[in-house]
């Protein structure tokens, strides 16, 4: 985990001050083309185009012969259009293997589960939002001493967890999973009845009674009764337009939504507001196509066992709103124990721990054209894994763009890293595998305007090898700095057993290292040059930048990741999103 070597990097690179290299802008490129590059393809993000469709947007084909369900039909009828069943858990029962469930629009509250022996479609009506929800409206408040107060309740679930690499002091009501809502709002858990205030709730098991901070009068309280939504368990299965909310899951029981079975299909799906993860899947070939994970307590995404998993087009936002800790797993996805991942043109944003999560043996991940920013942790994390992909991604504003840790045969091209204190961060930690053969090409590095840590780390934590050792290499890369003052360090490299190399200037990198001699910086200028506007979210390069075919020509396993040919022409920074 990364944690520990983040404390040791923070003691050895303080060293002394030297004189800032003032107005340095260096091009490493022999000469200038005779003729001017073409034009470069802007590389914009719009947030519009991640995640689920509104819910009730949607229209899929409705087969001949289809199963309905609708809030108001009846479990004895024929389950027809003009006769739907009431519930989604009788259809599941009662249709055929093979059959397509509607949903028309509306609220279920129950748990279902598809079993191994029926292959389902299960999908919203045309043009009708469906949810299914964990919670139940509750009445029946009473004021007093300033909150309001439900007599007569009994949570429905057991008690959270205590352990200290899941839940931190700082948050210890993390593990323990009821919910409580106001006209939709989730309301945080405290662990008194003193601590009760605007916006908590605090559940006393010994008066058997549910205290909140907000007046329900005129409002629609919900409480999470539930602690599983949908586990499906045929292969094949399809759950698309559909969203599931305020599912008290324990850590122990993953995601609400639970895919256990090879070759599911989740798409234009929404989980959010659940208690754990919104969606865990334990099965290979499983494909989540533009759904959105948002507001979960823990994980957008759980991963495990789910080789060749594709996460695609989908939005991950806000999610470990519970604070579980970040060195465990919390945030926008973290998968494990998972051979052939592929996480393409994703947007993680605002996850209170890491973004994009690979851990524990998922080797060979692509990680190609997503965007991680505003990550309380990295963007993008791949730890404990071998011959990974991540190239042409954005990562911005968060605590590190990009962490290789304790991970073999990384490619981290053609990538953008701006803002946070540190953009690459290569690390040999305590565990397998060695990290080895790790290359760094066409890169636009700008690391936050102010701070001590270079924006380019690679390191032993142990105090043994060295960078050349583990084989890293870096080149092609175009660096910014706004300012040398504020920002004097640009790289620190393993040496060990001698002192690590933290260098100020791009020719110091060169001449200590032997790294980084056809790459470009640009120091204490106003604007980065080689973005065109990130505030607007335009993260390629300007449309006139003569690096638009500089970069060092796409290997075959990262031409392969993006679907380009071997040995193209590439520009430094993403090629597209």
């Given at each position: 985990m990364?944690?520990?070597?983040f404390?040791?990097?923070?003691?050895?690179?303080?060293?002394?001050l030297?004189?800032?290299?003032?107005g340095?802008?260096?091009?490493?490129?022999?000469?200038?083309?005779?003729?001017?590059?073409?034009?470069?393809p802007p590389?914009?993000?719009d947030?519009?185009?991640?995640?689920?469709?509104?819910?009730?947007?949607?229209?899929?084909p409705?087969?001949?012969?289809?199963?309905w369900?609708?809030?108001?039909?009846?479990?004895?009828?024929?389950?027809?259009?003009?006769?739907?069943?009431?519930?989604?858990?009788h259809?599941?029962?009662?249709?055929?293997?093979?059959?397509?469930?509607?949903?028309?629009?509306g609220?279920?509250?129950?748990?279902?589960?598809?079993?191994?022996?029926?292959?389902?479609?299960?999908?919203?009506?045309?043009?009708?939002?469906?949810?299914?929800?964990g919670?139940?409206?509750?009445?029946?408040?009473?004021?007093?001493?300033?909150?309001?107060?439900?007599?007569?309740?009994?949570?429905?679930?057991?008690?959270?967890?205590?352990n200290p690499?899941?839940?931190?002091?700082?948050?210890p009501?993390?593990?323990?999973?009821?919910?409580v809502?106001?006209?939709?709002?989730?309301?945080?858990?405290?662990?008194?009845?003193?601590?009760?205030?605007?916006?908590?709730?605090?559940?006393?098991?010994l008066?058997?009674?549910?205290?909140?901070?907000?007046?329900?009068?005129?409002?629609?309280?919900?409480?999470?009764?539930?602690s599983?939504?949908?586990?499906?368990k045929?292969?094949?299965?399809?759950?698309?337009?559909?969203?599931?909310?305020?599912y008290?899951?324990?850590i122990?029981?993953?995601?609400?939504?639970?895919?256990?079975?090879?070759?599911?299909?989740?798409?234009?799906?929404?989980?959010?507001?659940?208690?754990?993860?919104?969606?865990?899947?334990?099965?290979?070939?499983?494909?989540?196509?533009?759904?959105?994970?948002?507001?979960?307590?823990?994980?957008?995404?759980?991963?495990?066992?789910?080789?060749?998993?594709?996460?695609q087009?989908?939005?991950?936002?806000?999610?470990n709103?519970?604070?579980?800790?970040?060195i465990?797993?919390?945030?926008?996805?973290k998968?494990?124990?998972?051979?052939?991942?592929?996480?393409?043109r994703?947007?993680?944003?605002?996850?209170?721990?890491h973004?994009?999560?690979?851990?524990?043996?998922?080797?060979?991940?692509?990680?190609?054209?997503?965007?991680?920013?505003?990550?309380?942790?990295?963007?993008?994390?791949i730890?404990?894994?071998?011959?990974?992909?991540?190239?042409?991604?954005?990562?911005?504003?968060?605590?590190v763009?990009?962490?290789?840790?304790?991970?073999?045969?990384?490619?981290?091209?053609?990538?953008?890293?701006?803002?946070g204190?540190?953009?690459?961060?290569?690390?040999?930690?305590?565990?397998?595998?060695?990290?080895?053969?790790?290359?760094?090409?066409?890169?636009v590095?700008?690391?936050?305007p102010?701070?001590?840590?270079?924006?380019?780390?690679?390191d032993?934590?142990?105090l043994?090898?060295s960078?050349?050792?583990?084989?890293?290499?870096?080149?092609?890369?175009a660096?910014?700095?706004?300012?040398?003052?504020?920002?004097?360090?640009?790289?620190?490299w393993?040496?060990?057993?001698?002192a690590?190399?933290?260098?100020?200037?791009?020719?110091?990198?060169?001449?200590?290292?032997?790294?980084?001699?056809?790459?470009?910086?640009?120091?204490?200028?106003?604007?980065?040059?080689?973005?065109?506007?990130?505030?607007?979210?335009r993260?390629?390069?300007?449309?006139t930048?003569?690096?638009g075919?500089?970069?060092?020509?796409?290997?075959?396993s990262?031409?392969?990741?993006?679907?380009?040919?071997?040995?193209?022409?590439?520009p430094?920074?993403?090629?597209?999103?």
């Amino acid at each position: 985990m990364p944690d520990a070597p983040f404390r040791h990097r923070a003691r050895v690179l303080l060293t002394a001050l030297l004189a800032p290299l003032a107005g340095l802008v260096v091009a490493c490129q022999p000469t200038p083309p005779v003729e001017p590059p073409p034009p470069v393809p802007p590389v914009s993000v719009d947030p519009a185009g991640y995640g689920a469709a509104p819910l009730g947007s949607t229209a899929y084909p409705v087969p001949a012969v289809a199963r309905w369900v609708a809030t108001d039909g009846d479990d004895a009828g024929p389950g027809t259009e003009a006769q739907p069943w009431r519930t989604l858990t009788h259809a599941v029962a009662a249709a055929p293997a093979g059959s397509t469930v509607l949903l028309r629009g509306g609220t279920y509250r129950e748990t279902v589960e598809v079993p191994a022996t029926k292959r389902l479609t299960i999908q919203s009506a045309a043009g009708e939002a469906v949810w299914l929800s964990g919670s139940d409206p509750v009445d029946g408040w009473v004021g007093a001493d300033g909150a309001w107060v439900r007599l007569g309740f009994v949570s429905p679930f057991g008690p959270g967890t205590l352990n200290p690499t899941l839940v931190t002091p700082s948050a210890p009501m993390a593990g323990d999973p009821d919910m409580v809502f106001v006209d939709g709002q989730p309301l945080r858990q405290v662990g008194a009845r003193a601590g009760v205030t605007a916006g908590t709730f605090f559940v006393d098991d010994l008066a058997g009674a549910l205290v909140i901070g907000e007046d329900p009068t005129g409002h629609v309280g919900e409480v999470a009764t539930r602690s599983e939504a949908l586990t499906v368990k045929s292969a094949g299965s399809v759950v698309r337009g559909i969203g599931f909310r305020h599912y008290a899951t324990h850590i122990s029981r993953l995601g609400a939504v639970k895919a256990g079975a090879a070759g599911i299909t989740f798409e234009n799906d929404v989980f959010v507001d659940n208690a754990a993860a919104g969606l865990s899947v334990m099965a290979p070939d499983v494909r989540v196509v533009d759904s959105t994970a948002a507001g979960n307590g823990q994980l957008g995404i759980h991963g495990h066992g789910a080789h060749r998993l594709l996460v695609q087009g989908s939005l991950l936002r806000g999610n470990n709103r519970e604070r579980f800790a970040a060195i465990a797993a919390s945030g926008g996805i973290k998968v494990t124990g998972s051979d052939g991942i592929v996480l393409r043109r994703n947007l993680a944003e605002d996850n209170l721990a890491h973004g994009l999560w690979m851990d524990l043996g998922s080797d060979g991940a692509t990680v190609v054209r997503n965007v991680a920013r505003r990550n309380s942790a990295a963007g993008i994390i791949i730890e404990m894994s071998t011959n990974e992909v991540v190239a042409s991604n954005v990562s911005v504003d968060n605590q590190v763009g990009v962490i290789i840790s304790e991970t073999s045969g990384a490619s981290v091209w053609n990538n953008v890293l701006l803002g946070g204190e540190r953009s690459i961060y290569v690390v040999d930690g305590w565990r397998e595998p060695l990290p080895v053969d790790i290359s760094i090409r066409n890169n636009v590095i700008a690391p936050a305007p102010s701070g001590a840590r270079p924006p380019l780390i690679v390191d032993d934590v142990n105090l043994r090898r060295s960078g050349t050792d583990m084989r890293v290499t870096s080149d092609r890369n175009a660096y910014y700095r706004r300012s040398t003052t504020a920002a004097p360090y640009l790289a620190a490299w393993a040496h060990y057993p001698e002192a690590k190399l933290v260098m100020k200037s791009l020719a110091d990198v060169r001449s200590r290292t032997g790294q980084e001699r056809s790459s470009w910086i640009t120091d204490n200028a106003a604007s980065n040059p080689y973005v065109a506007d990130a505030a607007a979210g335009r993260y390629g390069l300007p449309a006139t930048s003569p690096l638009g075919a500089a970069g060092t020509p796409l290997s075959a396993s990262v031409a392969s990741a993006l679907g380009l040919p071997t040995g193209a022409a590439a520009p430094v920074g993403v090629l597209s999103l």
